[in-house]
């Protein structure tokens, strides 16, 4: 009966999870593989912003082509590898209908758009997934700002210059660099991720993370370094309870050296990692979660 139907919906009485898809870059074409091979989930659809891209490399049938469809395939989780602007124009509306992992969380750096979302994720019944990626002790992290004993957290990242994806003015900054390592910004995340949204997922990951501090108070610090020609590497510094200034407080500081080759933006671990986090982004029935 259809009442029946509208109390015990179809997607949950679904054992495989249907995932879509949106962006085929690198990291999209990636997980569409994945899916593919995998009999725990299947593949409900794909978009890209030129379908050319995608046609001939997936089956026509797993091909979405105007994105504002999407609901159509029934999906129980919708992931956006594409770009920040993604998170802006649909959010919601794929709240309204599946789970949704933001894979370039810089979106939520404008107020806006994290508040809405936010908002949206605690009455609508799904929840919004942020992916850790390369931010190591992110579920740490949660705990003391969940506790409020989170008092502060610096994100560095250290890439070749090739690594990075800049916009003016540390473009600039970052194409005129010689032989030696040059600190492109120190300040809050909230302030970098329009500067740098293709490079700080991991930074816009630690402000959702500590969420008493948040996008203002999380600091974020970008070093162009050539001579990391097989690495890039990421350091996170908490600090916790206690006397900074003589030295008494709580500190943990981690530093990830994360294989890569010169010119990409993506570590070749981030990959396999946006995959776990994909498949665990499930179990939740709203708020906000880092998977």
Not at 172 to 186: C, F, Q, R, S
């Amino acid at each position: 009966s259809k009442v029946a139907d509208m109390a015990d919906p179809a997607k949950k009485r679904r054992l495989k999870r249907r995932i879509g898809i949106v962006g085929y870059g690198h990291l999209g074409a990636y997980l569409v593989q994945e899916i593919l091979k995998r009999d725990d989930v299947e593949l409900a659809f794909v978009w890209n912003r030129s379908v050319e891209k995608v046609q001939g490399q997936v089956a026509e049938k797993f091909i979405l082509s105007d994105l504002d469809k999407f609901a159509e395939r029934n999906p129980d989780l919708i992931v956006e590898v594409a770009h920040p602007s993604i998170t802006e124009d649909y959010g919601e509306a794929f709240l309204d209908v599946a789970d949704y992992m933001v894979g370039s969380p810089t979106a939520l750096a404008n107020q806006k758009v994290e508040t809405k979302l936010r908002e949206k994720a605690s009455m609508c019944g799904h929840a919004l997934y942020v992916p850790a990626g390369a931010f190591w002790g992110a579920q740490d992290i949660k705990k003391m700002a969940d506790r409020g004993s989170l008092k502060g957290l610096k994100v560095t990242m250290r890439k070749h210059p090739t690594s990075f994806k800049l916009n003016s003015p540390l473009k600039e900054k970052n194409d005129n660099i010689g032989d030696d390592a040059v600190v492109l910004y120190d300040g809050p995340v909230r302030d970098l991720c329009p500067l740098a949204p293709n490079n700080v997922n991991t930074m816009a990951a630690a402000a959702v993370a500590a969420h008493n501090l948040g996008f203002d108070m999380v600091r974020g610090c970008l070093v162009s370094d050539p001579s990391l020609t097989d690495f890039h590497i990421v350091e996170v510094e908490v600090t916790g309870p206690g006397d900074v200034s003589r030295g008494q407080a709580f500190t943990v500081k981690t530093v990830r050296t994360n294989p890569a080759q010169v010119g990409a933006v993506t570590g070749t671990a981030t990959y396999a990692s946006f995959l776990s986090s994909m498949l665990g982004a499930r179990g939740n029935d709203g708020g906000v979660h880092l998977c």
